[in-house]
Nanobody
Framework: VQLQASGGGTVQPGGSLRLSCRAS????????MGWYRQAPGKEREFVASITSGGSTDYADSVSGRFTISRDNAWRRLTLQMDNLKPEDSAVYYC????????????WGQGTRVTVSS
């Protein structure tokens, strides 16, 4: 089982980035999938999730700016991030499951996002 995240980088405040997560070794289409992030010196926090049926959930801090989506045919999870703020700077992780982590969840390796002028 593997989750491979990509798409991180450095962007100015107000800019956009699109993160992708490619899954292998799991029956992707049946799983709720999510994004978490961890900033330096802070706890890892929930960002967004999407169920197998397409229902979405967002942290208040990103609601209205971030959009999570999935492509079951390509086993790909996407996080479109618009109007980025410096406080969005973190390492972003894709994972199986939603906003309540459990021991059986699978985590990707993380991709770094830096929002700075």
């Amino acid at each position: 089982v593997q989750l491979q995240a990509s798409g991180g980088g450095t962007v100015q405040p107000g800019g956009s980035l699109r993160l992708s997560c490619r899954a292998s070794g799991i029956i992707f289409k049946f799983l709720t999938m999510g994004w978490y992030r961890q900033a330096p010196g802070k706890e890892r926090e929930f960002v967004a999730s999407i169920t197998s049926g397409g229902s979405t959930d967002y942290a208040d801090s990103v609601s209205g700016r971030f959009t999570i989506s999935r492509d079951n045919a390509w086993r790909r999870l996407t996080l479109q991030m618009d109007n980025l703020k410096p406080e969005d700077s973190a390492v972003y992780y894709c994972k199986t499951g939603g906003s309540n982590p459990s021991p059986g969840d699978v985590w990707g390796q993380g991709t770094r996002v830096t929002v700075s002028s």
